[in-house]
Nanobody, 125 residues
Framework: HVQLVESGGASVQAGGSLRLSCLAS????????MAWFHQTPGKQREGVAS????????AYARSVKGRFTLSQDVAKNTLYLQMNNLKPEDTALYYC???????????????????WGQGTQVTVS
Protein backbone atom coordinates (compact mmCIF):
# COMPACT_ATOMS: atom_id res chain seq x y z
CA HIS A 1 0.00 0.00 0.00
CA VAL A 2 1.50 3.32 -1.11
CA GLN A 3 1.16 6.30 1.23
CA LEU A 4 2.23 9.85 0.45
CA VAL A 5 2.01 12.67 2.99
CA GLU A 6 2.98 16.21 1.99
CA SER A 7 3.99 19.00 4.34
CA GLY A 8 5.72 22.35 4.27
CA GLY A 9 3.15 24.51 2.53
CA ALA A 10 2.73 28.05 3.85
CA SER A 11 2.01 31.65 2.96
CA VAL A 12 5.10 33.61 1.88
CA GLN A 13 5.94 36.86 0.16
CA ALA A 14 7.11 36.98 -3.43
CA GLY A 15 10.83 36.27 -3.65
CA GLY A 16 10.74 33.99 -0.65
CA SER A 17 11.51 30.28 -0.35
CA LEU A 18 9.81 27.14 0.87
CA ARG A 19 10.73 23.48 1.04
CA LEU A 20 7.98 20.95 0.60
CA SER A 21 8.38 17.41 1.91
CA CYS A 22 6.63 14.22 0.86
CA LEU A 23 6.95 11.34 3.31
CA ALA A 24 6.47 8.23 1.20
CA SER A 25 6.10 4.55 1.87
CA UNK A 26 9.25 2.62 1.06
CA UNK A 27 7.73 1.00 -2.01
CA UNK A 28 7.22 4.44 -3.54
CA UNK A 29 10.54 6.11 -2.77
CA UNK A 30 12.65 3.11 -3.81
CA UNK A 31 12.05 2.61 -7.51
CA UNK A 32 9.33 3.90 -9.79
CA UNK A 33 8.72 7.53 -10.66
CA MET A 34 7.83 10.31 -8.27
CA ALA A 35 6.78 13.86 -8.93
CA TRP A 36 5.38 17.10 -7.62
CA PHE A 37 2.27 18.60 -9.20
CA HIS A 38 0.35 21.75 -8.48
CA GLN A 39 -3.26 22.68 -9.00
CA THR A 40 -5.23 25.92 -8.88
CA PRO A 41 -9.04 26.11 -8.66
CA GLY A 42 -10.76 25.20 -11.89
CA LYS A 43 -7.62 23.84 -13.52
CA GLN A 44 -6.07 20.41 -13.96
CA ARG A 45 -3.04 19.32 -11.99
CA GLU A 46 0.21 20.31 -13.72
CA GLY A 47 3.55 18.59 -13.37
CA VAL A 48 6.16 20.76 -11.64
CA ALA A 49 9.11 18.42 -11.15
CA SER A 50 9.65 14.71 -11.50
CA UNK A 51 12.19 11.98 -10.83
CA UNK A 52 12.44 9.04 -13.22
CA UNK A 53 12.80 5.40 -12.12
CA UNK A 54 16.59 5.59 -12.49
CA UNK A 55 16.54 8.07 -9.56
CA UNK A 56 18.87 10.31 -11.57
CA UNK A 57 16.82 11.84 -14.36
CA UNK A 58 14.91 14.87 -13.14
CA ALA A 59 12.52 16.97 -15.21
CA TYR A 60 11.11 20.41 -14.50
CA ALA A 61 8.27 22.44 -15.91
CA ARG A 62 9.54 25.48 -17.82
CA SER A 63 7.86 27.83 -15.40
CA VAL A 64 9.95 26.60 -12.45
CA LYS A 65 13.25 25.64 -14.05
CA GLY A 66 16.10 27.40 -12.29
CA ARG A 67 13.95 28.21 -9.25
CA PHE A 68 12.76 24.81 -7.98
CA THR A 69 14.88 21.78 -7.11
CA LEU A 70 13.64 18.24 -6.57
CA SER A 71 15.66 15.96 -4.31
CA GLN A 72 15.17 12.92 -2.14
CA ASP A 73 16.52 11.32 1.01
CA VAL A 74 15.97 7.60 0.58
CA ALA A 75 17.02 6.87 4.15
CA LYS A 76 14.17 9.11 5.34
CA ASN A 77 11.73 7.94 2.63
CA THR A 78 11.23 11.59 1.75
CA LEU A 79 10.96 13.52 -1.51
CA TYR A 80 11.60 17.26 -1.36
CA LEU A 81 10.80 20.27 -3.48
CA GLN A 82 12.95 23.31 -2.73
CA MET A 83 11.20 26.38 -4.09
CA ASN A 84 13.17 29.63 -4.38
CA ASN A 85 12.29 33.05 -5.75
CA LEU A 86 8.60 32.29 -5.39
CA LYS A 87 6.13 34.21 -7.51
CA PRO A 88 2.40 34.86 -7.00
CA GLU A 89 1.68 32.53 -9.93
CA ASP A 90 3.22 29.67 -7.91
CA THR A 91 0.23 29.87 -5.59
CA ALA A 92 -1.45 26.46 -5.71
CA LEU A 93 -2.15 23.22 -3.92
CA TYR A 94 0.96 21.06 -4.31
CA TYR A 95 0.68 17.28 -4.56
CA CYS A 96 3.21 14.49 -4.34
CA UNK A 97 2.64 11.58 -6.74
CA UNK A 98 4.11 8.13 -7.29
CA UNK A 99 3.99 5.44 -9.97
CA UNK A 100 5.58 2.00 -9.98
CA UNK A 101 5.92 2.00 -13.77
CA UNK A 102 6.48 4.99 -15.99
CA UNK A 103 7.92 6.19 -19.26
CA UNK A 104 10.95 8.44 -19.33
CA UNK A 105 9.05 10.93 -21.49
CA UNK A 106 5.89 11.05 -19.42
CA UNK A 107 7.10 11.87 -15.95
CA UNK A 108 5.32 15.23 -15.82
CA UNK A 109 2.00 13.87 -17.04
CA UNK A 110 -0.80 13.46 -14.53
CA UNK A 111 -1.92 10.22 -16.20
CA UNK A 112 1.43 8.58 -15.36
CA UNK A 113 0.69 8.50 -11.64
CA UNK A 114 -1.68 6.34 -9.69
CA UNK A 115 -0.86 7.35 -6.13
CA TRP A 116 -1.39 10.84 -4.75
CA GLY A 117 -1.00 12.64 -1.47
CA GLN A 118 -3.60 14.94 0.02
CA GLY A 119 -1.79 18.15 -0.99
CA THR A 120 -0.23 21.09 0.81
CA GLN A 121 -1.17 24.72 0.12
CA VAL A 122 1.39 27.27 -1.03
CA THR A 123 0.31 30.89 -1.18
CA VAL A 124 2.60 33.62 -2.53
CA SER A 125 1.62 37.27 -2.22
Amino acid sequence: HVQLVESGGASVQAGGSLRLSCLASESAIRGGCMAWFHQTPGKQREGVASRYIDEITIAYARSVKGRFTLSQDVAKNTLYLQMNNLKPEDTALYYCAAARTCSSIGTLRESTYDHWGQGTQVTVS
